[in-house]
């Protein structure tokens, strides 16, 4: 069967690190993949990888049956494949419009620019922007800037979109509203969504399935409750409970 | 409680036009470990920012030893012994270790001490004074975070503020280095800590400060903090 | 034979003094992400600098080497709170302009003050001979002093509380001011001796050939050239992609016309970036 | 377009090009020559350095390579003038796309110092070829000017013909910035890797605004250089001229159009004062310099910049 | 500022005369106050102004029965041709120059030069010796200078008469007026037969010539000729020197003429330059001061023996003069003629401009003569003029004996 993306054994060194290893997964159309590990696990690199912001040492990544190993990024958006980063990148001098059209120029549609404004604009009303949609993309709050982000990748049609830890550093409120548009995206578009998340209440909420990652391999993969009860995953990424007794026990 | 050597006050801060401390306070006690704990983007670091002049406070004060240390330099609070183990290291990838270690004895105050110094760092971190002539850039994750930490103790600290220190570290490494960080403190150092193991974090502080949205949200001694369930449901989202 | 030999030699001796020359410019885009665009400009007013000792102030024109070092440092720190403190951490484009409208204004009064007919400083060492050659005397002693001089600054760099606190800051500006160490007060020491040795090696270039207030300009190209050849903001390699230069020009001139030597020169320059930004040495940096 | 009030400022202009000469007369025409060409270059130089953030230090070589190739063609190959225009444009165009692919490889301060060594590498090339005469550099005979209708009527016309130019530059620029091309270079200037990451092939991109911002410049060269009746390397390839287009594109506000423009021409106006004024004459340099170093230090976005600071109105209109 | 002072203390000087003029005649021009040709400007310009002055202290221009005063206008061209051709038209239309002088260099006179005949002014070119611009089909230039292609001419007749064996080696500047200078001379040599066994061209902006003096003596030449401009030259010669270079005769265009060649002491000793003239030279002028006299106020005013450009300058001033008195008016189409009529001789030489279409203003009367720095009695060095031997003030040393 052809799976949406399937990522076969990648692996990425960088200057004597082992950032990620041998890592293989898949995912279907309308299904949303929650990759969980402790900072610096690799998991911003493995978006790198399977977005072709940096080609992988070893492995393969498909989509559709398309090889897209090592491919540059605006090759793979092309395909479909849209993300966001950890670190926002608003471009900072153009307007929250023009940002979003970006996404829709260049994106898999191809929009012409009036088509592309036009479409930005209802991208906007999703995730809620569309009142500062002429304000500079400098200005917007951090979260403003978390749901550009997100715009901006919805704004070219992907048939995947990665989110990189869109709901970090948002208070509750902005964390609320952005599910909504995770889940709003979802139901409309049906669209594959692999999401980096660190707050477990929404990963668990909204994944069908979750990943863990530690030390760049793959720890544990399943529906959101095997893995909240894996041990391991316990240990390396929710915090061994006990091991603070263990320290003040070897005094 | 002892005496307070370090004092922020409703300090509110940010970067360009993004706020992000909305009127945080704290009370560091000398001799004691402190540690900020709470979400990503909860304003644990720039807390610290704040305290170092990284990020210059837009309003609010910096007391430190009684003193308004608000607008000094960064430089200036370091030699006063403010000192912070940035996150992510922040080593001089390409100078030796040893270099490292001497830059962090860069005050006058500092370098008065060096030679104890250098011989502590050697003592809590034996791995560091096998690498002393290697570029700092080519040691591994655990052995930068000791070197970060030694340099942190070169400048002969009265306070030592550590962001992050676990990040990135396997759970025995991180668990090394903390039992030093409480080495360190039996041994009367103040210790300033912000930590995403907050399990860790909680169970080495004495006291503990919860950040939410740029403001202290909760605060009390880090036993109680950590047996309470709120926090543990707000933080973990378990 | 022994006439490309003594053109390699001479390619080398002028090529140490390349490297000098390039040591300021490449010191100061590795601390602070600068190219000084007053580079060339600075480089001439080492010249006439020294040009007014030994003239007018009637010293040894070896001697007064110092005070011209000097000079130049306190011209640098001058020029670094004036020009280029504002613009550190801004656009490259913004460090580029600032300067380049200090090497304007400098070249403006250059040529008010001092004309651009050329000036001389006389020396006289007798050169060595090689068969029917000769190697110039004070092309030998000012290849000496070059390398004197960039050893000296290695040393200082590495052996020295301060110099260290140069590379500290060259690396992490952030930690080093964590660590105590008054970053822009080292900035500001760092472009004084980035342009005192800029100074220094246009004094040694005056006392080769004779110079006008323009000459430095295209002492400037050549350390871009050399810059890039050593690795830009690599001081080490800048003194190796000087020699390297002055090789490539000693290897080259018997061979074809010297009036394609700029085009083969500036041709490497161009592939290299392209091929090898991060430059052809990797010493002095770690990994 | 047509509703914009923009496009109705640039019409305005190249019809106050055409007309004052006209009344003003000849001292006027020559005067405006040479801002056209300045304003030609910083126009240019703007889709590089305000559309896209790569900061050409060399743009000046389109325009010396474009002289050199449409004069040789004029005066060995005895083309006529609009031919050599065009062939001129053509071949700078595409060397400027092979290029552009490989320096464009470069970001910052890499890139500029990249510009720098092919300025001066193509200067000592043409230097040392002769059948573009070397260093002589190549003279164009009174005949040339035969078919134009003899020197005196052949200014006219080149001067109209690099109206024209500065019209194309202006209209190019503008085109540009209101295209689904120039948003994805704004996308690069701003941030080229997240660009890519939203489908803007910018390597692509790059080279191909690398290669148009060659062509109207190649084009002001040949214009520039049949007028000025000889050609000569060191005047064709002079680096100076490349940065002060960099300065003149400061001075009114890089990414605009209008400001690019304006920058051009008071500079040139400032600079032509400065020289022929007997109190500032002898340091026109300085002043120069200084004016520079104000304006990057305390006033980096320009007079437009400065006019969108006070008045938001003005960011609607000039574009 | 010393300038400045300087022009003061001039006018000043200068304002005593009450001589009333009916009018001012405009001579509008550029100069290099600015760039890399400013040391080789300076003089010319300083030629332009003692006639200047001159001429107004003794009443000014006779046209007719009106005295007319002569103004300067004239602009810092930077030595770059960007605005060159702005500024003449600027001196025409704005300026009302009546009259034209060139700017210093054979590149920016070739752009300046269009505009003279674009607006229809008599231009009298110093300065430029480069020819091609003659061949382009102007009415209104006029050369002063001995063309660039017989710059080396008296030096190549000098080696043929002492050694006609010699090996030449011919270096020069790669740039406009030293390439047709030594494409001249290379083709004159082979008329002559002599053996040239060297011929490459520097980067204008060469400062070290070692490369290129190890390639002159692994070919074993024993004369070199060449050179380009001053920097470049006076550079050359000191490194001759200094890599002890074991020729017999040096010949360098323009830098050992320039008064500050002096500066390079024993460097300097030996090194023979083409001429336009000479303050030596003694011929019986039709008009104007001798060259004793003009050597003289020179002296006085500037303090240093005038070089052939100052003496252009000054030629350039006194042949206009003459030629707008014998025309009577300030008509550009008469005085054009009298200048196409002329064959004079002044301080400076013989001048006749050729008149065919081909090279209309082509200087073809003026001789070049080759002058060499030696040492007087006292061992303090001076030039000479060696060449023609009969018109010579001391023999040609050759070879050069250190």
Not at chain 2, 190 to 197: F, W
Not at chain 4, 55 to 67: P, R, T
Not at chain 4, 184 to 196: H, K, S, T, V
């Amino acid at each position: 069967m052809t799976h949406l993306i399937n990522v076969e054994g990648v692996s990425k060194r960088f200057s004597g690190v082992q950032a990620v290893n041998g890592v293989s997964f898949y995912m279907d159309e309308g299904e949303i993949l929650g990759l969980i590990g402790p900072n610096g696990a690799g998991k911003t690199t493995l978006f790198n990888l399977v977005s072709g912001v940096i080609p992988p040492d070893e492995g393969r990544v498909t989509m559709l049956g398309e090889d897209i190993t090592g491919m540059a990024p605006y090759n793979v958006v092309n395909r479909g494949l849209a993300r966001t980063h950890q670190i926002v990148k608003p471009l900072n001098d153009m307007t929250v419009l023009e940002n979003v059209t970006v996404g829709a120029c260049f994106g898999r549609e191809k929009l012409q620019l009036g088509k592309a404004r036009e479409h930005a604009l209802k991208v906007l009303h999703t995730v809620g922007l569309a009142d500062r949609k002429d304000v500079l993309a400098v200005h917007l709050t951090i979260a403003g800037k978390k749901r550009l982000e997100v715009a901006r990748a919805l704004a070219g049609n992907p048939r995947l979109l990665l989110l990189d830890e869109v709901l970090a550093g948002l208070n509750p409120t902005e964390v609320a509203g952005m599910i909504e548009v995770i889940r709003t995206v979802r139901k409309e578009t049906g669209i594959g969504i692999l999401m980096i998340e660190h707050l477990m209440q929404a990963v668990m909420s909204l994944s069908d399935r979750v990943m863990v990652l530690n030390f760049g391999e793959l720890l544990a993969t399943g529906t959101p409750e095997e893995v909240a009860n894996h041990p391991h995953v316990v240990e390396a990424y929710l915090g061994d409970p006990n091991m603070a007794e263990k320290l003040m026990a070897r005094q | 409680m002892s005496e307070t050597i370090l004092k922020v006050e409703k300090v509110e801060a940010g970067y360009g036009e993004v706020q992000v401390l909305w009127g945080t306070s704290l009370e560091v006690p000398g001799g004691h470990l402190t540690t900020i704990v709470g979400a990503n983007g909860a304003g644990k670091t720039t807390t610290l920012r704040s305290i170092t002049g990284i990020v210059k406070p837009t309003s609010g004060r910096i007391i430190f030893e009684g003193e308004d240390v608000t607008r000094l330099p960064t430089h200036a609070k370091a030699e006063l012994g403010l000192v912070l183990v940035p996150e992510g290291r922040q080593l001089f990838a390409d100078m030796t270790v040893e270099e490292n270690l001497e830059m962090g004895a860069f005050g006058a105050r500092a370098r008065a001490h060096y030679d104890r110094n250098l011989e502590r760092v050697c003592h809590y971190f034996p791995r560091v004074k096998e690498r002393l002539q290697q570029k700092a850039g080519t040691l591994s994750g655990g052995e930068q975070q000791m070197v970060a930490v030694g340099r942190g103790l070169m400048a002969e600290p009265k306070v030592l503020m550590i962001d992050e220190m676990s990040l990135g570290l396997s759970p025995l490494l991180a668990q090394q280095l903390f039992q030093t960080l409480k080495e360190l403190r039996d041994d009367g150092l103040t210790l300033l800590l912000v930590e995403q193991n907050v399990h860790l974090a909680l169970a080495l502080a004495d006291y503990a400060y919860v950040l939410a949205e740029g403001k202290v949200h909760l605060e009390g001694p880090a036993q109680e903090v950590s047996h309470n369930d709120e926090i543990r449901k707000a933080y973990l989202g378990l | 034979m022994i006439g490309i030999l003594v053109s390699v030699i001479n390619g080398l001796l002028l090529g140490s003094i390349y490297g000098l020359a390039a040591i300021g410019l490449t010191l100061i885009f590795g601390v602070m992400k600068v190219i000084n665009l007053a580079h060339g400009a600075m480089i001439a007013l080492g010249m006439f600098a020294l040009y007014f000792l030994a003239t007018s102030g009637g010293m040894n024109p070896y001697l007064a080497l110092p005070l011209v070092a000097i000079g130049g440092f306190v011209g640098g720190v001058a020029v670094y709170w004036i020009g280029v403190h504002r613009v550190i951490g801004r656009a490259e484009l913004m460090s580029l302009l600032a300067t380049f409208a200090v090497s304007m204004i400098i070249i403006g009064l250059g040529t008010a003050l001092w004309s651009t007919s050329p000036y001389n400083v006389q020396i006289n060492i007798p050169g060595v001979a090689i068969g029917n050659y000769t190697i110039p005397g004070n092309h030998l002693v000012a290849a000496v002093i070059a390398i004197l001089i960039a050893a000296a600054l290695y040393l200082f760099l590495f052996y020295t509380r301060l110099g260290k606190a140069i590379r500290a800051v060259a690396s992490n500006r952030q930690a080093a001011e964590l660590m105590g160490i008054p970053s822009t007060r080292v900035l500001a020491i760092a472009f004084g001796i980035g342009i005192g040795i800029a100074a220094v090696a246009g004094a040694l270039i005056a006392t080769l050939f004779p110079f006008t207030i323009l000459s430095g300009g295209g002492y400037e190209l050549k350390s871009f050239v050399v810059t890039v050849l050593g690795g830009l903001g690599n001081p080490a390699g800048a003194l190796l992609g000087g020699l390297l230069l002055g090789f490539i020009e000693g290897v080259v001139s018997p061979f074809v016309d010297v009036s394609w030597t700029p085009v083969i020169e500036f041709s490497l320059f161009v592939v290299i970036l392209i091929a090898f930004p991060m430059g052809l040495f990797r010493v002095g940096r770690g990994k | 377009m047509l509703k914009k009030p923009f496009f109705w400022i640039m019409v305005a202009t190249v019809i106050a090009f055409v007309v004052m000469p006209i009344f003003g007369g000849i001292g006027v025409r020559e005067s405006l020559f040479l801002a056209a060409v300045y304003m030609i270059l910083a126009l240019n130089l703007n889709l590089m350095i305000g559309y896209t953030g790569y900061v050409n230090f060399g743009s000046i070589v389109f325009f010396g390579l474009g002289g050199t190739l449409g004069i040789y063609a004029i005066t060995v190959m005895g083309w006529p003038l609009w031919a050599a225009l065009i062939g001129a444009a053509v071949v700078v165009a595409l060397l400027a796309l092979l290029l552009g692919l490989g320096i464009l490889r470069l970001r910052g301060a890499y890139f500029a110092l990249a510009t720098i060594g092919v300025v001066e590498a193509t200067k000592s090339f043409v230097s040392n070829f002769d059948p573009f005469g070397g260093s002589t550099g190549m003279y164009i005979s009174f005949s040339s000017y035969k078919p134009l209708g003899g020197p005196r009527e052949a200014l006219w016309i080149v001067y109209f013909l690099v109206i024209a130019v500065l019209a194309a530059s202006l209209l190019l620029g503008y085109m540009i910035k209101r295209s689904r091309f120039g948003l994805g270079l704004f996308a690069i200037r701003e941030d080229e890797d997240a660009a890519m990451v939203l489908g803007v092939k910018a390597p692509l991109f790059k080279a191909i605004i690398y290669s148009v911002s060659s062509i109207l410049p190649a084009m002001a060269g040949v214009l520039f250089f049949f007028k000025n009746g000889v050609i000569q390397p060191d005047q064709a390839f002079e680096l100076t001229l490349s940065i002060e287009a960099i300065v003149m594109l400061m001075l009114g506000g890089q990414g605009t159009v209008f400001g690019a423009a304006l920058g051009g021409f008071a500079y040139e106006q400032f600079r032509g004062y400065l020289l022929t004024s007997a109190t500032f004459s002898n340091f026109h340099l300085v002043i120069a310099g200084a004016l520079l170093l104000l304006i990057v230090l305390f006033a980096p976005g320009g007079l437009t910049g400065w006019l969108h600071e006070r008045w938001s109105l003005t960011r609607r209109v000039l574009e | 500022m010393k300038k400045l002072a300087l022009s003061l203390l001039i006018s000043a000087s200068l304002t005593a005369p009450a001589i009333s003029y009916a009018k001012d005649i405009v001579i509008g021009f550029t100069t290099s106050e600015t760039g890399k040709l400013n040391a080789d400007s300076t003089p010319q310009l300083q030629g332009f102004e003692l006639w200047r002055d001159q001429v107004n202290a003794a009443g000014g221009i006779k046209v007719g029965n009106d005295h007319y005063k002569v103004k300067f206008v004239k602009y810092d061209d930077q030595s770059t041709a960007s605005r060159v051709q702005q500024l003449y038209v600027r001196l025409v239309t704005q300026d009302n120059a009546n009259f034209l002088f060139s700017p210093y260099s054979s590149g920016l006179t070739a752009t300046a030069a269009i505009i003279s005949e674009q607006y229809g002014k008599v231009m009298i070119t110093t300065g430029a010796a480069e020819g091609k611009t003659y061949e382009l089909g102007n009415q209104y230039l006029f050369q002063m200078y001995t063309p660039a292609n017989l710059y080396l001419a008296s030096a190549l007749d000098a080696v043929k008469a002492k050694d006609p064996g010699a090996k030449i080696a011919l270096i020069y500047e790669n740039g406009g007026f030293a390439k047709a200078v030594a494409k001249g001379a290379k083709q004159y040599a082979g008329k002559l037969g002599l053996n040239v066994v060297m011929d490459e061209a520097y980067d204008p902006s060469t400062t070290d010539f070692s490369p290129i003096l190890n390639k002159v003596v692994t070919s074993g030449a024993t004369v070199l000729i060449g050179g380009g401009h001053f920097a470049d030259g006076s550079t050359l010669a000191r490194q001759l020197h200094e890599q002890n270079m074991k020729l017999k005769m040096i010949s360098l265009l323009v830098a050992p003429d320039v008064p500050k060649f002096v500066e390079l002491g024993d460097a300097a000793y030996g090194v023979s330059v083409p001429s336009q003239w000479e303050p030596e030279v003694k011929f019986t002028p039709d008009f104007g001061p001798t060259a004793a006299q003009f050597t003289k106020e020179y002296k006085a005013r500037y303090h240093v023996t005038p070089g052939y450009h100052a003496a252009g300058g000054y030629a350039s001033g006194i042949v206009l003069e003459h030629a707008i008195e014998q025309a009577g008016s300030l008509d550009t189409d008469k005085v054009a003629a009298a200048l196409n009529k002329m064959n004079a001789t002044t301080f400076y030489g013989n001048i006749q401009f050729a008149t065919d279409k081909s090279d209309h203003g082509l200087q073809i009367g003026h001789d070049m003569v080759l002058a060499q720095w030696q040492k007087d009695s006292q061992g303090k060095l001076g030039k000479q003029v060696v060449w023609p031997a009969a018109a010579g003030t001391a023999p040609l040393i050759y070879p050069i004996s250190k």
